[in-house]
């Protein structure tokens, strides 16, 4: 289930978020969205799962138009943005359940989700009282809540500490095999630790987009790539 961005156009008043973007964002792999505070990354993000409608171009996931039919994109997709909103007075299997309840999905779910997100030792707690890193596995064990076939994460692993790094890391490595995986950064070692494809956004515009070969160079030859 791959998804096409043509010519896609934003702004904010006169602010352009994003100029003429284009890019193939294919199945079965992790690709990177990377780029400073301000690049567009979100606004991108927001545009594919039909948050918000662009200016101009168009977005297909599985040949289904965004903007035409959001609602039967929506179903596909699991969506993590950068500003988790969760209801922090709920338990963590509570919320979970909740989330499964609006997808209609089978009560079952809910516990393979923990288990999948490491989230058992928390599940009877109230997520208000989890600190950022945990409440960012709550956000993503809820955007994978209906198994979607396509995963947006914004900026995913903000917060979390080395050893919760490496967990999630395992995990978006492990569900990548049979999803399509987006995820913003603006970290170079979480590319090469995840990413079999990266997109640069500076400035709304795609500035570099490079694959396996380049990646493998490190986050020094990334940064480099960044800069030209």
Known sequence: MSIYVQNIT????PQKA???ISLEIKHGQITGLLGPNGAGKSTLMKIITGSIIPDEGTVTVDGVNVVDEPLKVQRTLGY???HNPQYLELYVKEYLAYVA???KVPKPRVDEVIIQTILGPEKHKKIGALSKGYRQRVGLAAALIPDPAVLILDE???GLDP?????IRALLKNIAADKTVLFSTHIMQEVVE?????VFLKSGEIHQQCGLEEIAKGPAH???LFTL
Request: glycine share 4%.
């Open 163 to 167: 050893a919760q790094l490496a967990e």
């Open 222 to 224: 990334l940064e480099h």
């Open 18 to 20: 994003l100029n003429a």
């Open 156 to 158: 995913p692993t903000t």
């Open 80 to 82: 993590l943005p950068e």
């Open 101 to 103: 309840s609006v997808y």
């Open 194 to 198: 995840l990413c079999d494809e990266v």
């Open 10 to 13: 934003k702004s904010y008043g």
